[in-house]
Structures are given as structure tokens and as C-alpha cells.
């Protein structure tokens, strides 16, 4: 086979890998759009991806979570165990102990005052995430207190 003959050489196989890698975090990005309000753990990602043929092991599952973290994509919640895709603007998330739903709401006041009261303490590279556990209407409607 000839030099330009396809994906035989190293850079053709990096050229795919790094193909590969967009196009899960794409699709991981997409699973968690379409699954919102509810939290998706690294875990239920991979069995999603593999009912549409992709074998896809879980190191590069979680890989992909954290770019889309970093990059202000994607959100872990931490009172839910799972991650859900972020908005542009900083947000609540009010997680209902019910049925699991997360609801994020803008709250970019709130972020500025944190940010403000981190920086006074001198800290610096601050993510502040507010995470509220409840119960949502429907929930509240069915366990009446």
C-alpha cells in the first residue's frame, strides 16, 4: 500500500483518533440535551452509546464529560450522582429528591457575589456550583406534607 493509501500511517490514525474524540464529545454533549432534566452518570452514557453500536469504554466517556465541563458545556451534579448539559449563563440547579429531575435556573447575581466574596478571600480560579435539593410540583403534589 502506498504512503497516501488511507489511514496506514501514524498521522492518518491520529487524524482519526482525534475525529473520534470531537465526535464523542459531541455526542455525549447531544445524550445529555436530550435526557435533560435528568442527570446521566458516565455509566448509563456508555450503555446509551452502545444501543446505537458504538462500543465506547468508559475512561474515554468520562474523558469526554470532563472536556465538556471544562469548556462550561456540561455540569456535574453532585447531590444527583450525574451530569447535565450547562447553559451560557451561570445557574441554580434545583434537583428534585422525587423523580430525579434537575431544573437549572439563571442566577448570574448570585455567581457575581460569589465571585466577589472567593476573590476578597483571595482565591482565584473560582467554580462555585449552588446546588438545591427538593421536591419538584409533581413530586410535592403526590407526597403531600
Not at 44 to 62: A, F
Not at 70 to 95: H, T
Amino acid at each position: 500500500m502506498s504512503a497516501t493509501g488511507g489511514g496506514a500511517t501514524a498521522g492518518g490514525r491520529m487524524a482519526g483518533r482525534k475525529r473520534g474524540a470531537g465526535f464523542l464529545h459531541e455526542r455525549v454533549l447531544r445524550l445529555l440535551e436530550l435526557r435533560y432534566p435528568r442527570p446521566l452518570t458516565g455509566l448509563e452514557l456508555v450503555e446509551m452509546l452502545l444501543d446505537t453500536g458504538e462500543v465506547v469504554p468508559p475512561s474515554q466517556v468520562y474523558r469526554a464529560l470532563k472536556r465538556l465541563i471544562d469548556a462550561g458545556e456540561a455540569c456535574k451534579v453532585l447531590v444527583a450522582g450525574g451530569y447535565v448539559p450547562a447553559g451560557p449563563v451561570p445557574a441554580m440547579l434545583f434537583w428534585c429528591r422525587g423523580c430525579g429531575a434537575v431544573h437549572a435556573v439563571a442566577c448570574p447575581e448570585l455567581f457575581a457575589r460569589l465571585e466577589a466574596g472567593a476573590t476578597a478571600a483571595g482565591m482565584r480560579d473560582v467554580r462555585s456550583v449552588v446546588e438545591v435539593p427538593g421536591l419538584c410540583g409533581r413530586c410535592a403534589g403526590r407526597n403531600p406534607a
